[in-house]
């Protein structure tokens, strides 16, 4: 098994392509090991490298986000970790483990305009997002206000404010006269 890496816009996160599916659809962030214990086997093992503060399981990708320590010595044991957990055949989800849903807000008179947000975030945000080993996703609208979540490398990412400010706000605002002003939630 060849497992890729790729480095991502936060110098904390690097991205592991293990050449396979990995979560298939959505995508599911942990950020401590009490939470990677109840929902994966794989993310139990990667918690228990000295140093791994996160892991976001992708489609086809896993971001592991590292605290005090260097690439050089938590890389390999990463993609050892990753390695035995694929070969092993095991689940990468426990049966009992649920996803945490994340409540949206928006008036319903907003409807429509968050269905256009929602459309431009899924199909223009989103791939380029996952690309760099993270996730954007909706949360709300209020007066003007898109509050969107962010998870795996975007989630502290020093350029991660650049990126809703002049990518994401800029795009939206282009294509939807109602938004003013996009937020981090």
Same mark, same amino acid.
């Given at each position: 098994?060849?497992?890729?890496?790729?480095?991502?816009?936060?110098?904390?996160?690097?991205?592991?392509?293990?050449?396979?599916?990995?979560?298939?659809?959505?995508?599911?962030?942990?950020? *401590?090991?009490?939470?990677?214990?109840?929902?994966?086997?794989?993310?139990?093992?990667?918690?228990?490298?000295?140093?791994?503060?996160?892991?976001? $399981?992708?489609?086809?990708?896993?971001?592991?986000?590292?605290?005090?320590?260097?690439?050089?010595?938590?890389?390999?044991?990463?993609?050892?970790?990753?390695?035995?957990?694929?070969?092993?055949?095991?689940?990468?989800?426990?049966?009992?483990?649920?996803?945490?849903?994340?409540?949206? $807000? $928006? *008036?319903?008179?907003?409807?429509?305009?968050?269905?256009?947000?929602?459309?431009?975030?899924?199909?223009?945000?989103?791939?380029?997002?996952?690309?760099?080993?993270? *996730?954007?996703?909706?949360?709300?609208?209020?007066?003007?206000?898109?509050?969107?979540?962010?998870?795996?490398?975007?989630?502290?990412?020093?350029?991660?404010?650049?990126?809703?400010?002049?990518?994401?706000?800029?795009?939206?605002?282009?294509?939807?006269?109602?938004?003013?002003?996009?937020?981090?939630?």
């Amino acid at each position: 098994m060849f497992i890729q890496t790729e480095t991502t816009p936060n110098p904390a996160t690097l991205k592991f392509l293990p050449g396979r599916d990995v979560l298939g659809e959505g995508t599911l962030e942990l950020r *401590d090991a009490e939470a990677a214990a109840a929902q994966s086997p794989l993310a139990e093992r990667l918690f228990a490298i000295p140093g791994v503060a996160g892991v976001f $399981f992708g489609g086809d990708f896993i971001s592991v986000t590292k605290a005090d320590a260097e690439w050089p010595h938590l890389k390999p044991a990463i993609l050892g970790a990753i390695m035995e957990h694929f070969m092993s055949g095991a689940p990468l989800l426990r049966e009992d483990a649920t996803a945490a849903s994340e409540d949206e $807000f $928006f *008036d319903d008179r907003d409807s429509e305009t968050v269905e256009i947000i929602k459309e431009l975030i899924e199909t223009r945000v989103r791939p380029a997002v996952a690309g760099d080993g993270g *996730d954007i996703t909706f949360r709300g609208f209020k007066d003007g206000v898109v509050f969107l979540s962010m998870k795996g490398a975007c989630s502290g990412c020093p350029s991660s404010t650049a990126t809703l400010r002049h990518g994401i706000e800029n795009l939206l605002r282009h294509y939807v006269p109602d938004v003013t002003e996009v937020r981090p939630v």
